[in-house]
């Protein structure tokens, strides 16, 4: 798919398993934080090319409530990492028009990576030339349960009748909120799997997997997984006018 001014079916929203970093550093014979530093640069490549197709909004998995299982080394250079990302990077964003949003239990982050993020929040609240959510800490499942307290706990106070509670209730209180669904999913890595990513928001998207390792994707797969797109055909349960 041509990259800009095409009439072709363009997804407003792609979301992003950003997998393979392990693999590629391994396969050089690094350790697999260098994988993890160049998974960075790989972000901002398929950062640039949003802005320039003009989709509004990414929704990237940079860190699953499940990854604490690694080993603590590795860990540890991911926090550095993710931290001096933001220091080094967040003003860039903000000038292209990015609007950064960090959605998981940040709770779990130290001090520094926390506020790092919240203040990049607020500093690019206002930007409306893309919305870039970052899920760190997030794990699908865990923010189905979340919502379903703060659901219960409307209700425990009379200000919600359980026969209130639909679709809206469960999205609003979802990370993504108000914003469109992803109508494109892409997982890089050769892995057919969703690891508890936007469990929900996934429901009617289109699942797009390839082998390419994340730090060697660029704005060509990029385009090859919006030409794939451009051919689905989206029935959302119905049928096409064609067999109608
Ligand atoms: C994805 O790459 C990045 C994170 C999970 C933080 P991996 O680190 O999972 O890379 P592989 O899958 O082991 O190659
Ligand atoms: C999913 O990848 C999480 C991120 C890319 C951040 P994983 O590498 O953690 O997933 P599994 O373990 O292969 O399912
Ligand atoms: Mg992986």
New binding site residues.
């Given amino acids: 798919m041509a990259a800009e001014g095409t009439d072709l079916p363009k997804p407003r929203h792609v979301a992003i398993i ?7 550093a ?1 396969g050089q014979g690094r350790p ?1 934080s260098h ?2 530093q160049a ?1 960075g640069e790989a972000l901002k490549r398929v950062i640039e090319a949003c802005l320039k197709r003009r989709i509004p909004y990414l929704t990237v ?4 409530s499940e ?1 604490w299982r ?1 080993p603590a080394m ?1 860990v540890r250079r ?1 926090m550095e990492l993710f931290l001096s990302a933001l220091n080094r990077e967040v003003r860039r964003l903000h000038e292209a028009g990015v609007k950064l949003r960090f959605s998981g239990d940040l709770s779990a982050f130290n001090a520094a990576l926390r506020n790092g993020m919240l203040r990049a929040e607020h500093r690019t609240r206002n930007n409306t030339r893309l919305t870039l959510n970052v899920a760190v800490n997030y794990g699908g499942r865990a923010e189905i349960v979340a919502a379903t307290r703060r659901i219960a706990a409307e209700v425990a106070a009379g200000r919600l009748q359980p026969d209130d509670i639909d679709e809206q209730t469960v999205a609003r209180n979802l990370i993504l909120g108000s914003l469109p669904e992803p109508d494109l999913f892409i997982r890089t ?1 050769g ?1 057919q799997r969703l690891s508890n990513f936007l469990l929900w928001q996934l429901a009617y998207t289109e699942l797009y997997f390839c082998d390419v ?2 730090p060697d994707f660029g704005e060509s797969h990029l385009d090859e997984a919006l030409a794939a797109f451009a051919g689905r055909e989206r029935r959302f349960g119905g049928v096409t006018a064609r067999r109608a």
């Avoid at 998995?61 to 699953?64: D, L, M, P, T």
């Fill in positions: 950003m997998d393979g970093n392990g693999r590629w391994l697999r994988g993890h998974g998995y940079a860190f699953s990854n690694r590795e991911l890595g892995e390792l994340w």
